[in-house]
């Protein structure tokens, strides 16, 4: 008798940045396979690096899925049976599960210290041998890890991996994917501070939560014989894997925000719709068959199956999503176009927060879209713009705004004064003056030299864009070099 009684799916990311396309892209493949077998589809929260994950982050990766309609059974904010799903409040099972494995002897304390680590790598690496844990706390005597854990030692702990043969799963895309165990750490599951690692909490919620089908990123991969380790030493039933292909840029590495916006949000902001995108990446890696392309996520459900995906690296082409998404916005009746305008665009809220730096700035009506279409439009046209100060060369705009892009990508809070205040910090950071580097900035992001004041049309046109001008900007600049300023 199976543990598993009924599809159960879920998605877990963590909390650490912009919503991504990648989550979006697993997610669906998730949702569809969990509606079609009449099974769960859950959200679960994996925030345990608490370094790394804000609370925006999570925000936003919730809207953006619901954007796309790609709603969860159970989850943080909507409860379910197997709650918490945020990982940060479930730290109190992450130890017992540990403690319960050093019982059972599968897994054990290590005191090392940090510089000792570093030093059997350093070690390991003169040798030219694969660096790893040289699992010199495994053989310790109970009353040595007495002695240490009276003394108060930090320590960890580890699996205690298989040092021979090989672990082996089947993949419902891939068959059997096999590891020699000798290529396998004693891999760290509780750390010092308590906090799980990834492997740990992942495997312990998945099987708590009853998850009988894991479909995430390839990516994940090589830590799925870990995985199984640890069924194995739980002596839990495992659920099936399946690893989804990458996503990638058209020169087929991995899809990266330096190349191509990978954020849901911007995709919304540059007013691609929530049907296009579904479809998009449902195109991507799985065909629907028959050269169709376009088609809803109900028939995609019908026809779903994880051995029709194929493993070629799908390429996130953004002028195919374009293309896709004309087709579309030309299906859409008078009222659905009439509604995604006044509900996406002239929003009363963008209205009423224009206002003030828009009306001061006009004599008749009739200039308004004219004036103001920086804070409606996508990319700029660099083409011959004066964005370059004198005694300044095109590589040094590139470095300045590839630089403060950086910071801009970590300043969730979009408001002026914040902008301000990464902004001038930076500006003192590389040295800039002021005219220089506010000049150059309000031509990247508005295109004009008159536009109202900088920050607050920057937080006005928004972090997703004013974000994706920059990079534009940058990838204008490496291709055409512009004029200085006059
Ligand atoms: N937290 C991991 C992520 O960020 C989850 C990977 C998995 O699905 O196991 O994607």
Redesign the pocket.
Known sequence: MSYFKKVRVRI???PTGDPHVGTAYVALFNYVYAKKHGGDFLLRI?DTDQVRAKSSSEAMIMRSLRWLGLEWDEGPDKGGSCGPYRQSERTAIYREHADLLIKSGHAYRCFCTAERLDAVRAQQREAGVTTAYDRHCRGLKDSEVEDQLKKGQPHVIRLKMPVSGVTSFVDEIRGVVEIENDRLDDQVLLKSDGYPT?HLA?VVDDHLMKISH?I?AEE?INSTPKHVVLYDAFGWEKPKFAHLPLLRNADKSKISKRKNPVALTYYQRAGILPVTLMNFLANMGWSFGDDVEFFTIEEMMKKFDFKDIHLGGPVFDTVKLTWMNAHYMHKMSTDQFVNFVRNEIFTDDYLRALKPFVLERMSRFEQFVDNNSFFFNGALDYRGAEIIPKGKSTSDIMGMLSGLVEKLDDLYDWEHERIKAVIEAYKDEIGWKPKDIFMTLRLVVTGRKDSPPLFESMELIGREMVRFRMRDCIQALATMPPAPIA
């Open positions: 877990a990311p963590s994996e990834y992942n894991v995430r994940w």
